[in-house]
C-alpha cells in the first residue's frame, strides 16, 4: 500500500461473512488524498452489481480494470470528437461505446458480480477531468479490490480481475491474490520495453517469424515478438518505475500466482507482441498450463473490428470466449 494516505471506501454498516446476501446494486464512492495536496481529497464511483441469490462463500466477482489514465465506470469511448470546428468520427457508428457495461451484462447473466470503476473525480466536469497519475491509478486499483471483499463479504480468492490495457497492467500487480486473471490487450505486461513497430522492422527479413495466432499470415505483432524472443530482449529490467515508484512486472506476478489466466489480444493491435512474449515466459517457468491466450484476427486494441482507424463494439466472440473460460474454470 502506498505511503501516501489512503482514506478508505465510505461505508455505513458492517459486514459478517454469515449469511449475508448483498444488494443487486450499489452506487459507492472511493476516497484518494489530493497527489499535491493530502489534506484535500477527490472521490471516485465504484459500481457493485449482483446476480439474485449471489453467495460470496460459493460464487465469484468480476472486478473490470479499465485502460489508461482516466475513464468512467462504462469505460465509454464517446463517438466523436470536435476538431477545427468539425465533428471528426472515433467509432464506425459515430456513437459512444461502453464495454465494460457490455462485458457486465454477460457477467451478470452467467451468475457473477460485477464490480466496475472509474477513475475521473465525480466533483468535476466530465468533458475536462484532470489527469490522474499511475501511482494514484495504482492506489485506486487497490482499494477497488478492498471495497469490493468489504462490500460484498467475499474474499479476494474469489474475486477474478478483468483488466483491458494498463488496466491488466494495475490489476497484476495490486491482485496477485485473487482466483484468477483476465487480460484484454495488454499493455506492459511484460518486461520488453521496447518499440513494437522497431521491433517488426528489424524483423521483417526473418522469414521465421512465427505465426503466433495460427492465421496463415505473420503479422507486424509477431514479427516483433519472435525478434524480442529470439534476441534475449524479454527481460531487459528486473522492475519498471513510473512516478519514482517501482512495480514488479506483470508477467512476474503472473508467473507466480500459480492461478489461471486468460490472456485475450487483436492481431491489428502493435502491443500484442506480450502474448507471444508472456507465452514464451510462462513456458520457461514451466507454468504454461497456467495460461490460455487467443488472437483474434482483424481486430484491434479495443478487440473491435476496425475502418479507417475507426473503433467498435467489443466482438461478441471475445466476451463468449471470456464467459466459455470462466464456466470451466470458476463456474457459479
Known sequence: MSILTLIAVSLSIHLTTSGYTPPQHQSLTITLSEESSPDQTNNYPLLIDTPINFNPKTNYAIILYHGGYLSDPHWTVPGTYIQDGKEIPITQDSKPTTDADTLANAFLNAGYAVIRYGSIN??????QPRPIS?????????LVLKATCDNLAISPDRCITLGH?????RAAITAPDTAAHIILAGAYITPTMTNPFSLAKEAQSNTSATDYDRSGTTDPFEQAAHQAITNNQTKTHDTFSNNNHTYPWPSDTLINSNTPILAIWGSLDPISYHGPVLEHLFNQANKQALL???YYPERGHNLSTQENNRIDKIDPAVTQTIINWLKEHFPN
Open 292 to 294: 490460455t491466450t487467443h
Open 134 to 142: 499511475f501511482p494514484k491509478t495504482v492506489e485506486l486499483a487497490q
Open 165 to 169: 490495457s494498463l488496466g491488466a497492467t
Open 122 to 127: 465525480i466533483d468535476e466536469t466530465q468533458d
